[in-house]
Nanobody
Framework: QVQLAESGGGVVQPGGSLRLSCAAAGLTFGSYSMTWYRQAPGKERELVAQ????????NYLDSVKGRFTISRDNGKKSAYLQMNTLKLEDAAVYYC???????????WGQGTQVTVSS
């Protein structure tokens, strides 16, 4: 059974930093791209960042480019999202996601809350 567990959310002031972690279990972790999404109240869930299975390719939501960095450690079956220079508009619940192609479905963690407040 695939399980994803996010951690690292919290309350931070504008300009601050947080590092989110996603621990995975029940899958061949190094075979799949890992993705971070976020959803703010009243808004649709949006893709924030994605990292390829080997970690050599990434892509980002335009509004976070240069501030956020996605990475992974396949040995630890974990993905990370380093968020720097946080803005008020970054506040959201952040979700870890993996799409398992052979099963044709997405798997999601429970989410971790990021609050940016002065």
């Amino acid at each position: 059974q695939v399980q994803l567990a996010e951690s690292g959310g919290g309350v931070v002031q504008p300009g601050g930093s947080l590092r989110l972690s996603c621990a995975a279990a029940g899958l061949t972790f190094g075979s799949y791209s890992m993705t971070w999404y976020r959803q703010a109240p009243g808004k649709e869930r949006e893709l924030v960042a994605q990292v390829s299975p080997g970690g050599d390719s990434t892509n980002y939501l335009d509004s976070v480019k240069g501030r956020f960095t996605i990475s992974r450690d396949n040995g630890k079956k974990s993905a990370y999202l380093q968020m720097n220079t946080l803005k008020l508009e970054d506040a959201a619940v952040y979700y870890c996601n993996v799409f398992i192609s052979v099963r044709g479905r997405d798997y999601w963690g429970q989410g971790t809350q990021v609050t940016v407040s002065s």
